[in-house]
């Protein structure tokens, strides 16, 4: 079984502060994906980024930056100088590698970016 | 150019009707998807078809019959509609599901609202 836990319900930040956004995951599989998603307040989803559990190597992407420690089972998100436009739900999500992909996904994390 | 559409956006509807949702996507992918998102925004996947084969059938009613003409299309057909089938279902595909150097990474339709009276 696998389990995806976003301890954070609900952020607010003022904009231009950074933020970090957690995700702790469990999974009995030894090769699988994790993601993030952003859900703005229009309602559709958005892939943010995937990662594949043996590249632990951190990522940016413009004010976006993505933090996987497998040894502690986390898959962090952090947005640098936040603006109002990143204020949504976000979402993290793991599937397990094989025949089927099968995205388990976090109760999701609302942030609130004000002025 | 839309990606992975689905009709309707929004759909109202008394108990006890039957309804469908329509999904088509245009990215060329062989897996689609069907998830549900209850009122406190948890998303939980319901199927999944692989060039029209069910691979995915995860605890729903049978209520709920997905059905996939080809594989860019997926519908979802829902009988005897209850109250608590209200919810946004979303739908998704991505390019494969097995083998190495594949993303798994799935590109979700707008949802459609639906709304049980």
């Known amino acids: 079984a696998q389990k995806v836990t976003q301890a954070q319900t609900e952020i607010s930040v003022v904009e231009k502060e950074d933020v970090t956004l957690d995700c702790v995951y469990e999974?009995?599989?030894?090769?699988?994906?994790l993601f993030w998603y952003k859900q703005p307040p229009s309602g559709e989803l958005v892939f943010l980024i995937r990662r594949n559990s043996f590249d632990e190597q951190n990522e940016i992407s413009g004010r976006y930056s993505w933090n996987f420690q497998k040894s502690t089972s986390s898959f962090n998100f952090t947005i640098t100088a936040s603006q109002v436009v990143d204020s949504a739900v976000y979402f993290c999500a793991l599937t397990p590698t094989g025949t089927a992909s099968k995205l388990t996904f976090g109760t999701g994390t609302r942030l609130q970016v004000t002025l | 150019d839309t990606a992975v559409s689905q009709t309707p956006k929004y759909l109202v509807t008394q108990m006890g009707n039957d309804k469908s949702i329509k999904c088509e996507q245009n990215?060329?992918?062989?897996?689609m998807y069907w998830y549900k998102q209850d009122s406190k925004k948890f998303l939980k996947i319901m199927f999944s078809y692989n060039n029209k084969e069910l691979i995915i059938n995860e605890t729903v009613p049978n209520r709920f019959s997905p059905k996939s003409p080809d594989k860019a299309h997926l519908n979802l057909h829902i009988n005897s509609l209850e109250l608590g089938d209200s919810a946004v279902y979303f739908c998704?595909?991505?390019?494969?599901?097995?083998?190495?150097?594949?993303?798994?990474?799935?590109?979700f339709g707008p949802g459609t609202r639906l709304t049980v009276t």
């Open positions: 999974t009995r599989d030894t090769t699988y994906y």
């Open positions: 990215l060329g992918h062989d897996t």
């Open positions: 998704a595909s991505s390019p494969r599901t097995s083998g190495t150097g594949f993303s798994y990474e799935q590109y």
